[in-house]
């Protein structure tokens, strides 16, 4: 469902701290399954991330997503298409401070245009599938660990997406909370979805949730492995 | 000079968007230069992500270019008081010979902003920018139309001397220069009122066709040029009559004040409105077959084609209206 | 279109909630926003009012004054220049006036003495405006001295106040009977300090003006048109100078705003990273901009002009009393008429909203462009 030919991507090109985070890679991932991006930091698993979800523009290669190619899109039509397929939980929470565990949770919807109470509506009852809606009207600063990871998977499928994509998101989560996390991504593929995380913390790709490991270095794919 | 408050606004006014024009250009010439939508370098994405700035700051000199021209009326006919024989504004924009020149381009820089937003609006549809250099080339073909209006206008403003008294002497040896508005030559009332009717209906007509068939749009845009020029005589040539109830007052200007319900402001908004939706549709119509455009273009020009021919209807209606209305009867009718 | 709608209303309930987030930089904002518009306001409102008030007071002026000139100066004008005055076809009535200064060394003040043609007063008493009643704190009944051209002394009573509605320009005035006048300045009956004359078509005031410089030619004639016109351009100029004047704090106000919006914490810009990594487009971003600068424009607009029209119009721009005073010892108390029309408001939008606006455009497009994958990192 996702492909990427020869993709590469350089920062600050012709400059002196010029630096090739992606080196070519070719890579297929198929749907309804879970991918793990494994490597040491510094290896690109970020950055190829960004390429998929439809983030970042790749320097050269092409990339297709769902069928259509992504390469050239401009950002307009890049962050529609990342809107309605992707679904992004981060390392760091990056959950808005300040304001409530609802808002939150509806704001990636705001830009497509429906009514503010549907859009409520639906943020609720993602909050309830996972059991978290008690803490709607509460502060995000006021959650817990394993609460707020929660909030983010919710927020994350707001917008319904078909694949959903984690960057290291069990780092600072403890050993039970990792293996919640896992159970509920597991859920998730059951209902359809394709998952994509960057990991190199073991209880991640090795659980049985997990497919496929794919190991980057260096911007490189080291080996296709299993 | 007149210090005015409004003559210092909308000096100030102008300064700013000449300001914004200029720095738009830089940007717009590298798009013309460097652009390419294939590359994923990072030159092109600041490329990319500059073109959100300068469509803001032209839809910023749109907006301003609006009010502006209605305030420089406005502040013209305030002033009419300062010089001898001056009435309302026209006398004020005779007074010297930068007044109607200024307000001319005024006019021109607000259609030709409109239809660059209209360009712009199109542009962002298509999934790889079709019109971009096309669109920043026209952009850098009006800037200077732009600048050219900040200076029109503030040799107006600037060179303007009210007629005070002067120390010893009182009326006779102050400035003695009449600026009674002569009575231009209008077009004759009779065939301007049938030109305007004919042209109105036949604009409308082929827009509602365009909007049911989507053919015709050259044939409309062009109408719709014409319908403009028509209508601004018309309103010289008799419009205003009718609503000042006067034979001989002709004015142009008069019509936005008060005493007239404002009435004004709908007819030129409506039949500016009219005219950039109209001249839209044509402009658009050289790019139908441009890839990315194919499916979309149809649908928006119907639409504008639409939303003119409603506005240039409306015109025409609030026209009728007034005539009919009218205590004036003019012999002949 | 109803997604369009959907959409700002969706969007504008994040600018409303990001603005409330940061209440002390932007309550710091808007004070300084609402003090400028304040500022300008009162200006053009003032401005604006006065020259009403002027044009106003001058309706009810004689069409034309002929006044007699020597050497350069006005001098006192012979009563028989009526009888050439009258035989002009088109001079409906004239008449002689009297009027002129008195200096009051008690108060220190400068009267202006005017003979009214139709007030009803009897020899020996006076009408009085309140700027000389408060001066010499003399009101009705009381007895005012007064010094003549020859040394004497003589007493008048005061009948009664000038009213206060015409206060701007009847604050140092006393009006008197004829022979008061004459007796006080030794002016002999055949002069008059000015003529007036009305015509019955005001289009031949110039015809007639150049008569009468024919048959008079030591006089000059003053159109009341002139009058206004020379009045509103230095209202105009005075009030244009002053804005000149605030055009430095106006620049002042806009690098303060450019700084405000450029100048995002550390938390506004992960705020904006976040958006634009879960879905927010540039041009959104650049919409919530432009929704918190409206916001904020809109409220210090309308604080600010309703704070202007305050002052002006509730306080007699108590703030510009020093520097309209100057030396006046009678400075008058004086309440203007509001007059305020769209195009004053129109000005001022133009002198504040757009200024703010075009500073912030930059900043906020600068903000709105952070790549969406700087939260990943």
């Known amino acids: 469902m996702i492909e990427l030919k020869d993709a590469r991507k350089t920062f600050n090109a012709g400059k002196p701290d010029e630096f090739m985070a992606i080196r070519g890679i070719n890579l297929s991932i198929e749907a309804n399954k879970a991918t793990v991006l494994k490597g040491p930091s510094g290896s690109g698993k970020t950055t190829l991330l960004s390429l998929i979800g439809c983030m970042a523009r790749p320097t050269s290669g092409r990339i297709w997503v769902l069928g259509k190619e992504i390469t050239s899109l401009p950002e307009r039509f890049l962050t529609e298409i990342r809107r309605k397929t992707f679904g992004f939980i981060f390392q760091q929470l990056n959950l808005i401070r300040g304001i409530t565990t609802l808002e939150n949770v509806m704001l990636p919807a705001y830009p497509l245009g429906g009514a503010y109470s549907s859009i409520k509506k639906r943020a609720l009852l993602l909050l309830d599938l996972l059991d978290i809606a008690p803490k709607a009207n509460s502060r995000v600063e006021r959650l817990s660990g394993g609460e707020a990871q929660r909030v983010t998977i919710a927020r994350a499928l707001m917008n319904d997406p078909a694949v959903i994509i984690a960057d290291e998101a069990t780092a600072h989560l403890d050993t039970e909370l990792t293996l919640e996390f896992l159970e509920i991504l597991g859920k998730l593929k059951d209902d359809g979805k394709t998952l994509l995380l960057a990991s190199h913390d073991p209880l991640v790709y090795e659980s049985k949730v997990v497919d496929r490991v794919v190991n980057l270095r260096d911007g490189n794919i080291a080996e296709k492995g299993e | 000079m007149i210090l005015h408050p409004s003559v210092l606004a909308l000096i100030a006014g102008s300064l700013l968007v000449s300001f914004m024009v200029l720095y738009s250009a830089r940007p717009a010439l590298q798009v013309l230069r460097k652009w390419d939508i294939q590359s994923g370098s990072e030159q092109q994405l600041i490329l990319e992500r500059k073109t959100y700035l300068i469509s803001t700051l032209l839809a910023f000199v749109f907006g301003f270019e609006l009010l502006s021209f209605f305030l420089f009326i406005f502040t013209a006919d305030q002033i009419h008081g300062f010089f001898i024989g001056a009435m309302c504004a026209a006398g004020s924009l005779y007074v010297n010979p930068f007044g109607y020149p200024a307000l001319l381009v005024k006019m021109a820089n607000f259609l030709l902003a409109g239809i660059w937003l209209i360009l712009n609006h199109v542009d962002n549809r298509g999934y790889d920018y079709p019109l971009i250099k096309k669109k920043y080339l026209f952009f850098l073909l009006f800037a200077p139309l732009v600048l050219g209006e900040t200076i029109l206008q503030a040799g107006y403003f600037l060179r303007l001397k009210p007629n005070l008294i002067t120390s010893c002497c009182g009326t006779l040896f102050s400035r003695e220069t009449s600026y009674l508005l002569t009575e231009i030559i209008f077009a004759p009332r009779i065939p301007a009122m049938a030109a305007f009717y004919v042209v109105t209906i036949l604009a409308v007509g082929s827009g509602l066709f365009t909007f049911l068939r989507g053919k015709g749009r050259y044939l409309f845009s062009g109408l719709s040029a014409l319908a403009f020029v028509v209508s601004l005589i018309a309103i010289l040539s008799f419009i205003s009559l009718y609503i000042y109830e006067l034979p001989t007052h002709h004015c142009p200007f008069c019509i936005l004040q008060k005493e007239y319900g404002y009435i004004g402001y709908p007819l030129y908004m409506t039949l500016f409105g009219g005219t950039i939706f109209g001249l839209g549709v044509g402009v658009l119509t050289p790019f139908r077959n441009i890839k990315s455009l194919s499916r979309i273009l149809p649908a928006i020009q119907r639409r504008l084609a639409l939303t003119a021919s409603i506005l240039f209807l409306i015109f025409a209606g609030l026209v009728t209206v007034l005539i009919l209305r009218s205590n004036l009867v003019l012999k002949g009718f | ?377």
């Open chain 3, 1 to 377: 279109m109803k997604s369009w709608i959907d959409r700002q209303r969706n969007i504008i309930d994040y600018t409303l909630s990001s603005l409330l987030r940061r209440k002390r930089k932007n309550a710091a904002l808007y004070i300084v926003y609402t003090l400028v518009v304040f500022l300008l306001a009162s200006v053009i409102f003032f401005t604006h009012s006065l020259k009403k008030e002027g044009a106003l007071v001058l309706k009810e002026a004689p069409e034309m004054v002929v006044q007699r000139i020597v050497a350069g100066r006005h001098e006192l004008i012979p009563v028989s220049y009526l009888d050439k005055i009258k035989n002009i076809p088109g001079v409906s009535a004239a008449t002689g006036r009297l009027w002129g200064y008195y200096y009051d060394p008690i108060s220190g003040a400068n009267y202006t003495l005017m003979v009214s043609e139709d007030s009803p007063l009897s020899s020996g008493r006076i009408e009085i405006g309140e700027g000389v009643s408060r001066a010499r704190l003399a009101f009705e009944g009381d007895t005012l001295e007064f010094r003549t051209y020859d040394g004497s002394i003589i007493e008048l009573e005061v009948s009664g106040l000038i009213s206060a509605e015409s206060a701007l320009v009847s604050s140092d005035l006393i009006l008197m009977t004829e022979d008061d006048f004459r007796r006080l300045f030794g002016i002999s009956e055949e002069l008059a300090t000015d003529l007036v004359l009305r015509v019955g078509n005001p289009r031949e005031l110039s015809v007639i003006a150049l008569k009468i410089a024919e048959l008079l030619p030591d006089t000059r004639q003053i159109l009341r048109d002139e009058i206004l016109r020379t009045y509103d351009a230095v209202f105009d100029w005075r009030g244009g100078l002053l804005l000149v004047i605030l055009s430095g704090g106006l620049l002042a106000f806009i690098i303060f705003a450019w700084d405000k919006a450029s100048g995002l914490s550390a938390e506004e810009r992960r705020e904006i990273g976040i958006l634009k990594a879960v879905g927010w487009e540039t041009s959104d971003v650049i919409q919530a901009k432009f929704w918190e600068g409206l916001v904020v424009s809109l409220s210090a607009f309308s604080t600010g002009i309703l704070l202007g029209y305050a002052h002006v119009f509730f306080t007699a721009a108590k703030l510009f009393e020093p520097v309209l005073k100057g030396w006046a010892v009678l400075y008058p108390h004086f309440k203007l008429t509001p007059f305020v029309d769209g195009s004053q408001l129109a000005s001022l939008f133009f002198l504040s909203v757009v200024p703010y606006t075009v500073a912030t455009i930059i900043p906020s497009w600068r903000a709105a462009i952070v790549d969406p994958d700087t939260v990943m990192r």
